[in-house]
């Protein structure tokens, strides 16, 4: 059974940085490009980064592009999102979740699964 | 207000059958595959329909998915109590060479 499995969310301040980490079990994690998405409290579901299966190409959504970096280490079979410059509209449920294939963006791919979340919470 | 748009809320009694409509661009659905997702608050998002009218195996043939032009939908026949969830579609946009979702239809059976 394929388990993603998400941590390190928490509260930490605005300007602050917290790293996210998925780990994944169940599946060839060195097969499939990676993604995360979020959603804020009461909207909808927002994609936030994609990563290749190895490492070669990866892109972000513009609210997040220059503060967050995404990576992954396939020997440890886990992905990762580095937050840094914390906003108060960065505060979300963060979703791991594994790409039908190997690239992330691929327009032919679908997400599946998803992980259960990591709650982020940016407040003074 | 997001590239690709859904109406924030549906409804329908127990055994009807209601479609949730998805609207975009040339850009994104009018191009590329249009997948959809069921989220049930607390819970993961689950895939319901891949490559616009493409079923996973597990998931009920009352859960049907179509595209034409530049809108896609998703349709529930048969309606349940458990089907009331949140429901999403996503798709690919040339343009900002992201994935985009609709902003989410809250389904309701009354």
Redesign the interface.
């Known amino acids: 059974e394929v388990q993603l499995v998400e941590s390190g969310g928490g509260l930490v301040q605005p300007g602050r940085s917290l790293r996210l980490s998925c780990k994944a079990s169940g599946f060839s994690f060195d097969d499939y490009a990676m993604?995360w998405?979020r959603q804020a409290p009461g909207k909808?579901?927002?994609?936030v980064s994609?990563i290749t299966w190895n490492s070669g190409n990866m892109?972000y959504?513009?609210s997040v592009k220059g503060r967050f970096t995404i990576s992954r280490d396939n020997a440890r079979n886990s992905l990762y999102l580095q937050m840094n410059s914390l906003r108060a509209e960065d505060t979300a449920l963060y979703?791991c979740v594994k790409d039908?294939g190997s690239t992330w963006?691929?327009?032919?791919h679908?997400?599946?699964?998803?992980?259960?979340?990591t709650l982020v919470t940016v407040s003074s | 207000q997001s590239v690709v748009t859904q109406p924030p809320s549906a409804s329908d009694t127990p055994g009807q059958r209601v479609t949730i409509p998805c609207s975009g661009r040339i850009s994104n659905i009018g191009r590329n595959y249009v997948h959809w997702y069921q989220h049930l608050p607390g819970t993961a998002p689950k895939l319901l329909v891949y490559r616009n009218n493409q079923r996973p195996s597990g998931v009920p043939d009352r859960f049907s998915g179509s595209k034409s032009g530049t809108s896609a939908s998703l349709a529930i026949s048969g309606l349940r109590s458990e089907d009331e969830a949140d429901y999403y579609c996503v798709v690919w946009d040339d343009n900002v060479s992201g994935w985009v979702f609709g902003g989410g239809t809250k389904l309701t059976v009354l």
């Open positions: 993604h998405v909808g579901l927002e994609w994609g892109d959504a513009d979703y039908s963006q691929a327009p032919y679908w997400f599946d699964p998803w992980g259960q979340g």
